[in-house]
């Protein structure tokens, strides 16, 4: 489903700091001292646990928060933005991030940076950390999140921003691109060139709506054209050359294995090639195989990686565009679709039977 088209532009509300909960309200509800509240915050050892979960439960309920920096207390600007991140290990995220950063420093800010592991609660308490340092702003990877994240977010009047995917709905602001159109897309290539049987190497579907969007546009142009996909040629596995090459070993190992793959991002194409050449299986001879975001990585193999560009660091500039914008009290654009497109290479071709047809 692709996004309605959004407004030209819209404001933020007002930056007014809404009434919040203080220290004193948590002692009171918790039966506590202030004292006791604030070596709760601290981690300190003298706090016994049943006390400090006793501080910590008062805290949720009234989604007190400690504002760490006291220039940002006085000010309302602490001149920072905080970017949350799946992981450090995916080149991707660094190039966005990079981006992202040098945005920000052109206006004076500075990017807090830390990664969650597809663990949405982890994403939550490390959003609580970093509010505590009074940052100005959020950045945040694709769709799927708590929904106690926007809540939190929401009483603190903190603008956010959701990357990597834009919100079908409109709900939140979002940059990214259209991540079923762009497998939909890829998958037709590979029909067109006569494969049936393909396969899939995709990261775990939890907390990862980019996996899912990108697996469904696969099933979406193999169902247009009469096909199905066949669950023992898809493989899930973390996002690392490792994993990528044993996961395609798998493939291999099937009776009837594909013959053709598309990855949902090129280190999986790359482990999936890996696994190709030990095994002594050729590209694109017998296997054909494709990746998403066309990186140095795949560029690089031989045959090069046909992939899909997308655009890694526009994201991350627009992000910080939009929030520098948002903080100013200007007008943004709330929703940015760009495009993606595939990039021809070496490593895909008809499959052996079409071409003796």
């Not at 393909?198 to 169902?223: F, K, T």
């Not at 690089?300 to 899909?308: A, D, V």
Request: aromatic residues 4%; hydrophobic residues 40%; positive net charge.
């Amino acid at each position: 489903m692709k996004p309605k088209t959004p407004p030209p532009s819209a404001r933020v509300p007002s930056d007014e700091t809404p009434a919040r909960s203080g220290a004193r309200d948590v002692a009171r509800l918790a039966g506590v001292s202030t004292a006791t509240v604030s070596r709760t915050i601290n981690d300190s050892s003298q706090v016994d646990p049943e006390t400090r979960q006793r501080v910590r439960d008062a805290m949720a309920k009234l989604r007190y928060v400690p504002h760490g920096a006291a220039r940002s207390l006085r000010s309302h600007r602490s001149k920072m933005i905080g970017a949350v991140v799946p992981s450090f290990d995916y080149a991707l995220y660094a190039r966005t991030t990079s981006a992202l950063q040098q945005r920000l420093d052109a206006h004076g800010y500075a990017l807090v940076l830390a990664e969650h592991h597809y663990q949405l609660d982890v994403e939550l308490r490390i959003t609580e950390q970093i509010l505590q340092h009074g940052v100005d702003g959020f950045v945040f990877v694709g769709l799927d999140h708590d929904a106690r994240l926007f809540s939190l977010l929401e009483d603190h009047r903190r603008p956010f921003v959701l990357t990597w995917g834009v919100d079908p709905l409109q709900r939140h602001p979002s940059i990214g691109f259209d991540n079923q159109a762009a497998t939909d897309e890829m998958t037709r290539h590979l029909i067109a060139l006569g494969h049936r049987r393909i396969g899939l190497l995709s990261a775990p579907l939890e907390g990862n709506d980019r996996a899912r969007a990108r697996g469904a546009g696969v099933r979406a142009a193999l169902a247009d054209s009469g096909l199905a996909l066949d669950e023992q040629c898809v493989q899930y596995a973390p996002i690392s050359l490792k994993s990528a090459e044993e996961a395609m070993g798998k493939l291999l190992d099937l009776p009837d294995p594909p013959t053709a793959v598309v990855s949902t991002n090129d280190v999986f194409a790359v482990g999936a090639m890996m696994a190709c050449r030990a095994r002594g299986v050729r590209i694109p001879q017998d296997i054909s195989i494709t990746g998403v975001d066309n990186t140095d990585l795949g560029a690089t193999q031989t045959p090069g990686l046909t992939s899909i560009r997308t655009p890694i660091t526009e994201i991350g500039d627009a992000a910080a565009a939009q929030l520098v914008a948002r903080l100013a009290g200007k007008p943004f654009e709330a929703f940015q679709m760009f495009p993606a497109e595939i990039v021809h290479r070496g490593s895909t071709a008809k499959p052996q039977a079409a071409k003796r047809r």
